[in-house]
């Protein structure tokens, strides 16, 4: 069943514990964290100390601050009253919420606060300054508080108290964690008792992110040092039991340091999909006598069960997806911009556009999901339509999964297009940066009255057929004509720019026009879609950039264009341009707001036309560059895909179109060197023009240049173990000698 759910991956949290008190008003009798004013130096670390370990944890990687605390301390001891009164505050969550506001703004770590018991103003109060929450209700038997029992003397303990708690958390919206103490007396049947309370809590807000099952550890000095520990067998069969109750979707945790390492595949194999927070530097405070494993070692039992062991943030995967609806603004805005399209933080730091070397990590081995990718990638290279859960399947690859799902794509290419690496030697010409629309990934365009980034632009029909002309002289086979919706343009413009360039540069190719603007020019003639790409054939276009399309899908679109065209007109423009005798490419830019659902929705409405029609030369997969993308800038957009993301979609899409599309192109300008060879080794064949001239991805902050020279060309094929071959943009041989040396 956990197959169903997150597959291979098994998750962890990369934290620091900042256990802000360890005094409590609770005796519970197996535990070892709580101490007396006696025995501690002082009731509350101060915000140096708090501030400390946080920018230690900085240092270390982390990501989390895990709050630990007792509950309500103030309400038992005269020492916490004075204390708190020292430090400003009323109550310890008052300055819980100072504390963890100061870890937020000064360190960045996001914070998960354990105090105990709270009700509706608490969360309130809280909410803000934390990413998630947790409290452990441990049992549901009220028996365990009565005299003799492991919770006698502790009121936070009574277990309707801990469901109130937890129900007012999922009034609140906050992402949530709770779980169960096995072994501390209970019998079977209340765990699952206790199971089925937490599924009922969890059914109507959804809030509930993590369900820990921790056997209990008998611990020296405490009442219960001599009690039995609950079997290996034991913690299996209620992980099972969690599992079946809670379903696929719930993530289960188990802490891994419990056991030892030859025990985390059987927790696996229960259920498991999380080791919860393992922290680089400091204890784990509530079990100091068991040391966190080492990550490597954890990573390698992780593997060796056949699963992917990768870091999550403070807010679940699932969570992290939606953060609008879990987080308040501020926080949603972080989150958003630090993880990939399933929530998981991009760990490596590289974002498509910024100049940086892209990570390729190409791991051996095999997983649980790896004979299931198979079978659909042996349906991918037959030929035969995916169906858009398995092209979702294929995007979930992850550690030896995606070479499978890379090198799969890599040999079709070589059956199906052959060793050569293609391009064509074109020119960019952005006519204006003047724009109606207000597309929130477009950093390009400008407002018809004033330049928000930069000066407005309008080249005049002289100046677009020099460039032509000059293309030409420098071997150019291709110019590329696309612009912004100017308010004086209509479908006259563009026929003027045909003929501009055609009287110049007679013997070019003439590639333009997005759907938007063909949508454009016939609206305002009032011409059919027909007609008028008649039309500009006509007057001289060639073929069409398959551009506009971004995602292909209107709940996407309703985000991020929603005053541009939809996806049934995207698609129409395409449709109407083959029946006229217009061929096109197909594009899809990715890594903003979109999930792999919508990926797979926009390649088989692709794959479809192109069935249709048989228009599409190619298909290119344009990474979003965020820098300065208006909705990025918002916070209402991710910072990109990731390298992972980014290689499998050039594989996925070679796979997901095949027979059908012969080509697809890997964005030298997007990628930079690095990821346009990575994206050769994974299914592409091309890389597109050389362009001269490049401002769309310049003006988003893009920084892998202007221009890439046939030489250029010629040498990122090389490291690819491939030649390079210039090409028409209709994919002809441009001279019998096909193949470019390579540059220095």
Same mark, same amino acid.
């Given at each position: 069943?956990?197959?169903?759910?997150?597959?291979?991956?098994?998750?962890?949290?990369?934290?620091?514990?900042?256990?802000?008190?360890?005094?409590?008003?609770?005796?519970?009798?197996?535990?070892?964290?709580?101490?007396?004013?006696?025995?501690?130096?002082?009731?509350?670390?101060?915000?140096?100390?708090?501030?400390?370990?946080?920018?230690?944890?900085?240092?270390?990687?982390?990501?989390?601050?895990?709050?630990?605390?007792?509950?309500?301390?103030?309400?038992?001891?005269?020492?916490?009253?004075?204390?708190?009164?020292?430090?400003?505050?009323?109550?310890?969550?008052?300055?819980?919420?100072?504390?963890?506001?100061?870890?937020?703004?000064?360190?960045?770590?996001?914070?998960?606060?354990?105090?105990?018991?709270?009700?509706?103003? $608490?969360?309130?109060?809280?909410?803000?300054?934390?990413?998630?929450?947790?409290?452990?209700?441990?049992?549901?038997?009220?028996?365990?508080? #009565?005299?003799?029992?492991?919770?006698?003397?502790?009121?936070?303990?009574?277990?309707?108290?801990?469901?109130?708690?937890?129900? %007012? #958390?999922?009034?609140?919206?906050?992402?949530?964690?709770?779980?169960?103490? /096995?072994? &501390?007396?209970?019998?079977?049947?209340?765990?699952? *008792?206790?199971?089925?309370? /937490?599924?009922?809590?969890?059914?109507?807000?959804?809030?509930?992110?993590?369900? &820990?099952?921790?056997?209990?550890?008998?611990?020296?000095?405490?009442?219960?040092?001599?009690?039995?520990?609950?079997?290996?067998?034991?913690?299996?069969?209620?992980?099972?039991?969690?599992?079946?109750?809670?379903?696929?979707?719930?993530?289960?945790?188990?802490?891994?340091?419990?056991?030892?390492?030859?025990?985390?595949?059987?927790?696996?194999?229960?259920?498991?999909?999380?080791?919860?927070?393992?922290?680089?530097?400091?204890?784990?405070?509530?079990?100091?006598?068991?040391?966190?494993?080492?990550?490597?070692?954890?990573?390698?039992?992780?593997? #060796?069960?056949?699963?992917?062991?990768?870091?999550?943030?403070?807010? +679940?995967?699932?969570?992290?997806? $939606?953060?609008?609806?879990?987080?308040?603004?501020?926080?949603?805005?972080?989150?958003?911009?630090?993880?990939?399209?399933?929530?998981?933080?991009?760990?490596?730091?590289?974002?498509?556009?910024?100049?940086?070397?892209?990570?390729?990590?190409?791991?051996?081995?095999?997983?649980?999901?790896?004979?299931?990718?198979?079978?659909?990638?042996?349906?991918?290279?037959?030929?035969?339509?995916?169906?858009?859960?398995?092209?979702?399947?294929?995007?979930?690859?992850? +550690?030896?999964?995606?070479?499978?799902?890379?090198?799969?794509?890599?040999?079709?290419?070589?059956?199906?297009?052959?060793?050569?690496?293609?391009?064509?030697?074109?020119?960019?010409?952005?006519?204006?940066?003047?724009?109606?629309?207000?597309?929130?990934?477009?950093?390009?365009?400008?407002?018809?009255?004033?330049?928000?980034?930069?000066?407005?632009?309008?080249?005049?029909?002289?100046?677009?057929?020099?460039?032509?002309?000059?293309?030409?002289?420098?071997?150019?086979?291709?110019?590329?004509?696309? +612009?912004?919706?100017?308010?004086?343009?209509?479908?006259?413009?563009?026929?003027?720019?045909?003929?501009?360039?055609?009287?110049?540069?007679?013997?070019?190719?003439?590639?333009?026009?997005?759907?938007?603007?063909?949508?454009?020019?016939?609206?305002?003639?009032?011409?059919?879609?027909?007609?008028?790409?008649?039309?500009?054939?006509?007057?001289?276009?060639?073929?069409?950039?398959?551009?506009?399309?971004?995602?292909?899908?209107?709940?996407?679109?309703?985000?991020?264009?929603?005053?541009?065209?939809?996806?049934?007109?995207?698609?129409?423009?395409?449709?109407?341009?083959?029946?006229?005798?217009?061929?096109?490419?197909?594009? /899809?830019?990715?890594?903003?707001?979109?999930?792999?659902?919508?990926?797979?929705?926009?390649?088989?409405?692709?794959?479809?036309?192109? *069935?249709?029609?048989?228009?599409?030369?190619?298909?290119?997969?344009?990474?979003?560059?965020?820098?300065?993308?208006? &909705?990025?800038?918002?916070?209402? %957009?991710?910072?990109?895909?990731?390298?992972?993301?980014?290689?499998?979609?050039?594989?996925?899409?070679?796979?997901?179109?095949?027979?059908?599309?012969?080509? &697809?192109?890997?964005?030298?300008?997007?990628?930079?060197?690095?990821? #346009?060879?990575?994206?050769?080794?994974?299914?592409?064949?091309?890389?597109?023009?050389?362009?001269?001239?490049?401002?769309?991805?310049?003006?988003?902050?893009?920084?892998?240049?202007?221009?890439?020279?046939?030489?250029?060309?010629?040498?990122?094929?090389?490291?690819?173990?491939?030649?390079?071959?210039?090409?028409?943009?209709?994919?002809?041989?441009?001279?019998?000698?096909?193949?470019?040396?390579?540059?220095?």
């Amino acid at each position: 069943m956990t197959l169903a759910g997150p597959g291979a991956i098994v998750t962890y949290s990369r934290k620091v514990f900042i256990p802000l008190t360890h005094l409590c008003r609770d005796v519970c009798h197996y535990c070892t964290f709580a101490a007396t004013p006696r025995k501690i130096g002082q009731a509350y670390l101060s915000r140096d100390e708090v501030l400390a370990i946080a920018r230690a944890g900085v240092a270390a990687g982390c990501r989390e601050a895990l709050f630990t605390l007792g509950d309500r301390p103030e309400a038992r001891y005269g020492a916490a009253r004075a204390a708190l009164t020292g430090l400003g505050h009323p109550t310890t969550l008052s300055y819980l919420r100072e504390m963890a506001e100061a870890v937020l703004t000064e360190t960045g770590l996001l914070p998960h606060l354990n105090p105990g018991l709270m009700d509706d103003a $608490d969360y309130a109060a809280l909410r803000p300054v934390s990413a998630s929450m947790g409290l452990m209700l441990e049992t549901t038997s009220d028996r365990l508080s #009565a005299k003799g029992g492991p919770h006698h003397g502790s009121p936070d303990k009574l277990p309707a108290r801990r469901l109130a708690a937890i129900a %007012a #958390a999922g009034r609140a919206g906050v992402p949530f964690t709770t779980g169960l103490l /096995i072994g &501390i007396g209970e019998t079977r049947a209340e765990r699952v *008792e206790a199971l089925v309370a /937490i599924r009922d809590l969890q059914r109507t807000p959804g809030h509930i992110q993590e369900v &820990i099952i921790q056997n209990f550890r008998a611990k020296p000095g405490t009442r219960m040092a001599q009690h039995p520990e609950p079997s290996l067998e034991e913690h299996l069969w209620t992980i099972a039991v969690a599992r079946l109750i809670l379903g696929p979707q719930m993530t289960i945790q188990a802490p891994p340091n419990l056991h030892g390492p030859e025990d985390l595949a059987a927790l696996l194999r229960a259920g498991v999909n999380d080791w919860g927070g393992v922290s680089p530097v400091t204890p784990d405070h509530v079990n100091p006598e068991a040391p966190w494993p080492h990550l490597d070692a954890l990573e390698e039992a992780t593997a #060796a069960a056949g699963r992917v062991l990768r870091e999550r943030l403070a807010i +679940g995967p699932a969570f992290a997806r $939606d953060p609008d609806r879990w987080l308040d603004p501020a926080l949603a805005r972080v989150v958003r911009r630090s993880v990939d399209a399933r929530g998981l933080p991009v760990v490596d730091g590289w974002h498509p556009g910024t100049g940086e070397p892209m990570p390729v990590e190409r791991v051996s081995g095999k997983t649980v999901r790896s004979d299931s990718l198979r079978a659909i990638l042996s349906r991918a290279t037959a030929g035969d339509r995916l169906a858009s859960a398995d092209i979702v399947r294929l995007f979930e690859a992850d +550690g030896p999964d995606v070479a499978l799902v890379a090198d799969a794509a890599d040999a079709l290419r070589r059956e199906v297009a052959g060793e050569a690496v293609s391009f064509v030697i074109n020119r960019n010409i952005n006519y204006t940066n003047i724009c109606l629309y207000k597309c929130g990934f477009c950093a390009f365009s400008k407002g018809s009255t004033k330049a928000e980034r930069g000066p407005a632009y309008r080249l005049d029909l002289e100046e677009v057929g020099r460039r032509a002309a000059e293309a030409v002289e420098r071997d150019a086979t291709e110019v590329c004509l696309q +612009g912004g919706i100017h308010p004086d343009y209509d479908g006259n413009t563009y026929l003027d720019v045909l003929r501009a360039v055609g009287a110049a540069a007679p013997s070019i190719h003439i590639h333009a026009f997005s759907p938007l603007e063909v949508t454009h020019g016939a609206a305002t003639l009032g011409l059919p879609l027909e007609d008028y790409l008649t039309r500009l054939k006509q007057a001289g276009l060639s073929t069409l950039p398959g551009t506009a399309a971004e995602i292909l899908d209107d709940e996407v679109r309703a985000i991020i264009c929603p005053d541009k065209v939809d996806t049934a007109q995207w698609l129409e423009v395409m449709r109407t341009a083959h029946r006229v005798g217009l061929r096109t490419t197909a594009t /899809i830019m990715f890594g903003h707001v979109e999930g792999y659902e919508h990926w797979a929705r926009h390649l088989l409405l692709v794959r479809d036309l192109q *069935e249709e029609t048989g228009g599409f030369t190619e298909f290119v997969p344009l990474p979003f560059v965020h820098m300065e993308a208006p &909705i990025w800038r918002k916070g209402r %957009a991710r910072s990109g895909p990731s390298a992972r993301e980014t290689l499998l979609m050039h594989a996925v899409a070679r796979l997901a179109l095949h027979p059908l599309i012969p080509n &697809i192109q890997a964005s030298w300008v997007k990628l930079g060197g690095e990821g #346009a060879v990575a994206a050769l080794r994974a299914g592409a064949n091309d890389l597109g023009g050389t362009l001269m001239d490049e401002s769309i991805t310049r003006a988003a902050g893009g920084q892998n240049g202007q221009l890439c020279d046939p030489e250029r060309m010629a040498a990122l094929a090389a490291l690819a173990g491939r030649h390079a071959r210039q090409r028409t943009t209709l994919y002809a041989p441009v001279r019998a000698d096909t193949q470019i040396p390579a540059g220095e």
